[in-house]
């Protein structure tokens, strides 16, 4: 297996609603990102996972809290968001061997829209 | 600071042309570059990375250090090669920088 899935497709929610995006890989890497694109925007990274623990986190407001229960999962739950963090997040994973990059590989992104 | 810039946000070629994107980075270090594609409604993804030095559907890059320059060059575009291209930096470690992109349009 060498996708990176991620659910759902499309979530809509409004500003009180508490939401989770999944994110799943196979391909035993062991570094995993979140990414959130605007449109016509390059995307832009969020959160590291290195082997399950938090690498690194781009200051992104609390109202995002990513999680990953382990080395397969990547979750970014959602509370109280506000309509400018609609767009597109992607979720990523890649290799993980220090001082190195690899290529990433990215799922198809989840569509939110925040009403 | 550490930047990609990508000067065209839109290219528009004919089929059988060449085709040359450009791309531009700061860093006073050695980097990784690469180029990475999303075609219409896929999903971005790894179209070559310069310490591989292969050639991909075509597509070859060639990193410049004295010009710092990482442009993706094709000698003859293709229809299907319609897809928005980015140029990203690694200085090592998990940080990539993205360049803004250039949506590339190929006429038939």
């Known amino acids: 297996d060498t996708e990176v899935t991620q659910t759902p497709k499309h979530l809509v929610m409004g500003m009180t609603n508490k939401k989770s995006l999944k994110c799943e890989q196979h391909?035993?890497?062991?570094?995993m990102y979140w990414y959130k694109q605007k449109a016509k925007k390059p995307p832009e990274l969020m959160f590291v996972?290195?082997?399950?623990?938090?690498?690194i986190n781009e200051s992104v407001p609390s109202r995002f809290s990513p999680e990953c229960p382990n080395s397969s999962l990547l979750n970014l739950h959602l509370h109280a968001l506000q309509p400018e963090d609609s767009a597109l997040y992607l979720c990523?994973?890649?290799?993980?061997?220090?001082?190195?990059?690899?290529?990433?590989?990215f799922g198809p992104g989840t569509r939110l829209t925040v009403t | 600071a550490q930047r990609v810039t990508q000067p065209e946000k839109l290219l528009s070629v004919f089929k059988g042309a060449p085709v040359e994107l450009k791309c531009n980075y700061s860093?006073?270090?050695?980097?990784?570059l690469f180029w990475y594609v999303q075609y219409s409604r896929q999903r971005l993804q790894l179209l070559l990375r310069?310490?591989s030095r292969e050639s991909i559907k075509g597509f070859t890059a060639d990193l410049n250090k004295g010009e710092t320059s990482f442009h993706l060059k094709k000698p003859f575009a293709q229809e299907e090669d319609s897809a928005m291209y980015y140029c990203?930096?690694?200085?090592?470690?998990?940080?990539?920088?993205f360049g803004a992109g250039t949506r590339l349009f190929v006429k038939a």
């Open positions: 990523a994973s890649s290799q993980d061997r220090r001082g190195r990059s690899y290529e990433q590989y």
């Open positions: 391909m035993g890497h062991r570094a």
């Open positions: 996972y290195s082997y399950e623990k938090l690498s």
């Open positions: 860093y006073s270090g050695s980097p990784e």
């Open positions: 310069h310490i």
């Open positions: 990203a930096l690694n200085t090592g470690g998990f940080k990539t920088i």
